[in-house]
């Protein structure tokens, strides 16, 4: 069974950078042809992907976001982390990290259950 | 980049028929996810590949994709169907994976 669980700061200020941490289970990021992905939702908004991560250390960024983006993993804790930079009050939003596999077209077939952040002073 | 593009919302009764498109160039040729999500819930994978349906996602939903334009479909809507609904693709040409604006589906 795979599960995957947000975790990180609920507030943090403009300027401040943004770690969020990706702890997941029932499938390793040291398998070939997986993947996880992090994506947010402002409130009342759209979702928005914004970075991912292969098994094989590949990495993809969103281009609006790229220069504020990096994404890691640890595959000993099962970990995936995010940090944002220079965070703003849009940046408010749910951030979700997903898993999917490196497969033609594959779909984002399992989230977590996403972590509110709030980016005020 | 590309572009999804959804209708904001989509109204139908208890028992009707719902279909909610997702427009891109030649989407056709792109295999399309869609996810529904309820409020405060993350979202849900109902359709992928088009219209293959996830193990507990019942037969009244399925999914085409030809030409510009993607398609969900939901026989029987019910109540517990009211959600927004996300299309998804990705984007070949960065590896990078897009979703659509979104529609809310309101069962009257």
């Known amino acids: 069974q795979i599960t995957l669980k947000e975790s990180g700061p609920t507030l943090v200020k403009p300027t401040q950078t943004l770690t969020l941490t990706c702890t997941f289970s029932?499938?390793?990021?040291?398998?070939?042809?997986?993947?996880v992905g992090w994506i947010r939702q402002p409130p009342g908004k759209a979702l928005e992907w914004l970075a991912l991560?292969?098994?094989?250390?590949?990495?993809r960024y969103s281009p609006s976001l790229q220069s504020r983006l990096s994404i890691t993993k640890d595959t000993s804790k099962n970990q995936v982390v995010l940090t944002m930079t220079n965070m703003d009050p849009v940046d408010t939003a749910t951030y979700y990290c997903a898993h999917f596999l490196d497969s033609s077209g594959y779909p984002f077939d399992y989230w977590g259950q996403g972590a509110l952040v709030t980016v005020s002073s | 980049s590309y572009v999804l593009t959804q209708a904001p919302s989509v109204s139908v009764a208890p028992g009707k028929t719902a279909r909610i498109t997702c427009g891109g160039n030649n989407i056709g040729s792109k295999s399309v996810h869609w996810y529904h999500q309820k409020p405060g819930q993350a979202p849900v994978l109902v359709i992928y590949?088009?219209?293959d349906r996830p193990s507990g996602i019942p037969e009244r939903f399925s999914g085409s994709n030809s030409g510009n334009t993607a398609t969900l479909t939901i026989n029987r809507v019910e109540a517990g169907d009211e959600a927004d609904y996300y299309c998804q693709v990705w984007n070949s040409g960065s590896d990078h994976p897009v979703f659509g604006g979104g529609t809310k589906l309101t069962v009257l």
């Open positions: 991560i292969y098994w094989d250390d590949d990495k």
């Open positions: 590949y088009d219209s």
């Open positions: 029932g499938f390793s990021l040291s398998t070939s042809a997986v993947g």
